[in-house]
Nanobody, 127 residues
């Protein structure tokens, strides 16, 4: 059964740091998948945050988080991480991880490119 389970969200204050985790159970080796993080605020569409290639060598970020967030992965633990530093109130959203079978260095930044999604973890940042 394919499953992505996010954790690490909660209530934060502006300037705080937090690390989100996403543990994956997939139908092929985790290391064959490109992974991404997206977020969705109430009443808004789901938007791209960060993505990482199967090897972890290639990453890309939304401009709004560049320099503050870092995506990484551990292919032994079947886990992708999102380290979030210098949090801002506008980072408040439900954060989702996503997986796409992609054994290449290409990274994907559109929701439609991903096959599997987690249920999300809420991050709320107060001023």
């Amino acid at each position: 059964q394919v499953q992505l389970v996010e954790s690490g969200g909660g209530l934060m204050q502006a300037g705080d740091s937090v690390r989100l985790s996403c543990v994956a159970s997939l139908d092929k080796p985790f290391s064959d998948y490109g992974m991404g993080w997206f977020r969705q605020a109430p009443g808004e569409k789901r938007v791209f945050v960060a993505a990482i290639s199967w090897s972890g060598s290639t990453t890309t970020y939304a401009d709004s988080v560049k320099g503050r967030f870092t995506i990484s992965r551990d292919n032994v633990k079947n886990t992708v991480y999102l380290q979030m530093n210098s949090l801002k109130p506008e980072d408040t959203a439900n954060y989702y991880c996503a997986a796409r079978w992609a054994p290449s260095e290409y990274v994907y930044s559109t929701p439609g490119a991903y096959n599997y999604w987690g249920q999300g973890t809420q991050v709320t940042v107060s001023p």
